[in-house]
């Protein structure tokens, strides 16, 4: 059971902080730290480069081409939909809809996730269906509600056009232009996609000024009394793994499908990252909460209550002052 196994990691390491904690406080005669040190900042450091795979290995060449594609229009049957249109830049690298729209008349079943720091990611998707970034191309390439454009059509588009013969030749020497190419250089495009340093990372690493008071106790609630950080851990904010936090409908699986006998699987989404969340929105698979502050107040009520729902979720009996602070924390959470 993946899903199972994956929720054990974190945990663990958050108990083996909290338990360094308990050491420090005990050493420092009781006082508990205001700021973080040692263990903490290991925590949330930010990773020194980009995990490209063995299998996938960066070139200057692949990104180019991969950056070209995902902006085109053309790999669309209509000429109107590209990558970006679902996953734009400027908004976090999601859309601001509820559902995606694409080509086809119907929307998308979920809302456009963004694509900042898949690269850390395990399995990708709401419900974790892809096993990679490179398996998923090829899923909104040709499905009718995406960019409703087959694979032979699309490869014959790229083949006839001089400029991609050209960056697909210096990309991939002496290969032909085939799916699996044009995967390599959109995931190679993918993975350079990285959210940047945040006031709450400068704030990590000892620059005490670097956040608002208001963050410093929105980050002791997120990582204390409102238990955030048992799913939204380590510097990503995402544990990459796949829990039912009460947003589903009755109807709806999620990872479950793919596990029907595991119980807390059932109506189970991935945890999405929590970086730059202030420039995106809606939020949840199913785009279900307009804004951050609606979040919150979900979270302060807990959702639907069911079996599968994770134990840590509940009520959280949170005041109006504490919600502004989780919310100035989340802001603390956008790189400038
Ligand atoms: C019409 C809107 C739309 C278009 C166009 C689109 N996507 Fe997406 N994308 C989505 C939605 C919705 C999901 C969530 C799908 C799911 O979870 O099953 C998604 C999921 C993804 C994911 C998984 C992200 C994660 O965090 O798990 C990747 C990677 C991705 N898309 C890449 C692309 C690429 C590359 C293209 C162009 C070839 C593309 N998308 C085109 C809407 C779109
Ligand atoms: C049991 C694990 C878990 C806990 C605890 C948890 N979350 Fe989440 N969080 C998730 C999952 C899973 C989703 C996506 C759910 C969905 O789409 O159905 C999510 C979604 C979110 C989103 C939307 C992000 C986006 O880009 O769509 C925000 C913001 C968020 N959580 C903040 C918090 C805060 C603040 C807390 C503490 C009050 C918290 N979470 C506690 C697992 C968790």
Redesign the pocket.
């Known amino acids: 059971m993946l899903g199972h196994m994956k929720n054990a990691g974190p945990r663990v390491m958050l108990f083996r902080s909290l338990a360094l904690m308990g050491l420090l406080v005990f050493a420092c005669g009781g006082t508990p730290r205001a700021e973080p040190g040692g263990d903490w900042r290991d925590e949330y450091r930010r990773p020194q480069s980009i995990p490209y795979p063995a299998s996938n290995p960066f070139t200057p060449e692949k990104a180019d081409l991969g950056r070209t594609l995902f902006f085109d229009p053309g790999l669309s049957a209509s000429n109107t939909v590209s990558c970006a249109s679902c996953h734009k830049p400027e908004h976090g690298w999601s859309d601001g809809l509820v559902h995606s729209r694409g080509d086809g008349p119907t929307p998308m079943l979920f809302h456009s996730p963004?694509l900042l720091d898949i690269a850390w990611l395990d399995r990708l998707g709401?419900e974790g269906k892809f096993r990679d970034i490179e398996a998923v191309t090829f899923t909104p390439i040709t499905s009718p509600a995406g960019m409703n454009m087959p694979e032979e059509k699309l490869l014959a588009r790229l083949a006839a056009d001089p400029a991609y013969v050209e960056m697909f030749a210096r990309a991939f020497p002496g290969k032909p232009i085939n799916r699996r190419a044009v995967e390599l250089a959109i995931a190679t495009f993918e993975r350079s996609i990285t959210s940047k340093t945040a006031p709450f990372d400068r704030w990590i690493a000892g620059d005490k000024s670097a956040m608002p008071e208001a963050a410093k106790r929105g980050f002791a609630l997120?990582s204390g009394k409102?238990?955030?950080t048992?799913?939204?851990s380590g510097w990503a904010f995402t544990d990459g793994s796949?829990?039912d936090?009460g947003?589903?409908k009755e109807a709806e699986a999620g990872r479950g499908q793919f596990f029907p006998n595991s119980l807390k699987l059932q109506h189970?989404?991935?945890?999405?990252t929590?970086r730059n969340?202030a420039d995106?929105g809606p939020?949840?698979?199913?785009g279900s909460?307009a804004t951050?502050a609606q979040?919150?107040e979900f979270?302060d009520k807990g959702g639907v209550d069911r079996p599968s729902r994770?134990e840590?979720?509940k009520p959280?009996g949170l005041n109006p002052s504490e919600k502004a602070d989780?919310l100035a924390f989340?802001r603390a959470l956008t790189d400038d």
């Open positions: 963004t709401w997120f409102a238990h955030c048992e799913c939204h796949f829990h936090i947003v589903a189970a989404f991935k945890t999405p929590l969340d995106r939020f949840m698979h199913d909460s951050l979040v919150i979270y994770a840590v979720i959280l989780l989340l």
